[in-house]
Nanobody, 123 residues
Framework: QVQLVECGGGLVQAGASLRLSCVGSGRVFGNYAMGWFRQAPGKERYFVGAISWRGVRTYYADSVKGRFTISRDNAKNTMYLQMDSLKPEDTAVYYC????????????????WGQGTQVTVSS
C-alpha cells in the first residue's frame, strides 16, 4: 500500500506559477511510476503528466506541455509539479497517483491516489 498526499494548491492570477508536491509513504516510493491528473467541476479526470520511477522519462498532456514540469526526489519520497504561465482553464483539483507499471496516461492504470489539492486560476 502507498499513501499519497498532495499539497501546494491555491488561488493565483493568470500568468502566475505554483508548485504542487505529492508526498508518498508506505512501500518504497522509488519503485512506482507517478502521474498527475486533474478534474474540473462537472468534468472527468484528465491526464496532466507522468514520470518514470527513476525520473528519467516524463510525459505531458498537450495542454500543459512547455508550461508544466514534473520531477521527483525519491530520497524525499516526493514528486513535484511545477506549473508556470497558469491559465484559468488550468483550474481543477489536482491528484497524484502511483503505479508499479510504466508512466502511462491512463487513470485506470494507477493503483494509488491522493486526496487532491485545489488549484484556482483567476483571469
Amino acid at each position: 500500500q502507498v499513501q499519497l498526499v498532495e499539497c501546494g494548491g491555491g488561488l493565483v492570477q493568470a500568468g502566475a506559477s505554483l508548485r504542487l508536491s505529492c508526498v508518498g509513504s508506505g512501500r518504497v516510493f522509488g519503485n512506482y511510476a507517478m502521474g498527475w491528473f486533474r478534474q474540473a467541476p462537472g468534468k472527468e479526470r484528465y491526464f496532466v503528466g507522468a514520470i518514470s520511477w527513476r525520473g528519467v522519462r516524463t510525459y505531458y498532456a498537450d495542454s500543459v506541455k512547455g508550461r508544466f514540469t514534473i520531477s521527483r526526489d525519491n530520497a524525499k519520497n516526493t514528486m513535484y509539479l511545477q506549473m508556470d504561465s497558469l491559465k484559468p482553464e488550468d483550474t481543477a483539483v489536482y491528484y497524484c497517483a502511483a503505479q508499479l507499471g510504466g508512466p502511462t496516461a491512463e487513470k485506470d492504470d494507477y493503483d494509488y491516489w491522493g486526496q487532491g489539492t485545489q488549484v484556482t486560476v483567476s483571469s
